[in-house]
């Protein structure tokens, strides 16, 4: 059975960090694009990070540029989204997804179509 189990989210200060974790099971991990999307209270779902099969290619929003990480570890099939210097805007759900496709496609660009797996999400707060 195929799942995406999100874990690491939690209650965090301003300026403070968290390092989200997406694992995989049921499928070939290391033939999927990972991206990290988020939904914020009142807000449609937002996508914030993507990491390419082999971790060469990744793509962030500009709205987490510099302050954002993905990384990827295939043997482990386990892709991190590290968080610095966090935000009130940054809290919300944070769901991470699986694509079947390569660098360049729909998907390297945010588009929820080409997800073809996700997962239940974790919750990030964000308050002093």
């Known amino acids: 059975q195929l799942h995406l189990v999100e874990s690491g989210g939690g209650l965090v200060q301003p300026g403070g960090s968290l390092r989200l974790s997406c694992k995989g099971s049921g499928f070939t991990f290391d033939r999927y694009g990972i991206g990290w999307f988020r939904r914020a209270p009142g807000k449609e779902r937002e996508g914030v990070a993507c990491?390419?099969?082999?971790?060469?290619?990744?793509n962030y929003a500009d709205s987490v540029l510099g302050r954002f990480t993905i990384s990827r570890d295939n043997a482990e099939n386990t892709v991190y989204l590290q968080i610095d210097t966090l935000k009130p805007e940054d809290a919300g759900t944070y769901y991470c997804?699986?694509?079947?496709?390569?660098?360049?496609?729909?998907?390297?660009?945010?588009?929820?179509?080409?997800?073809?797996?996700w997962g239940q999400g974790t919750q990030v707060t964000v308050s002093s």
């Open positions: 990491i390419t099969r082999s971790g060469l290619n990744k």
């Open positions: 997804a699986a694509a079947d496709g390569g660098y360049g496609r729909a998907w390297y660009y945010f588009k929820e179509y080409d997800y073809t797996y």
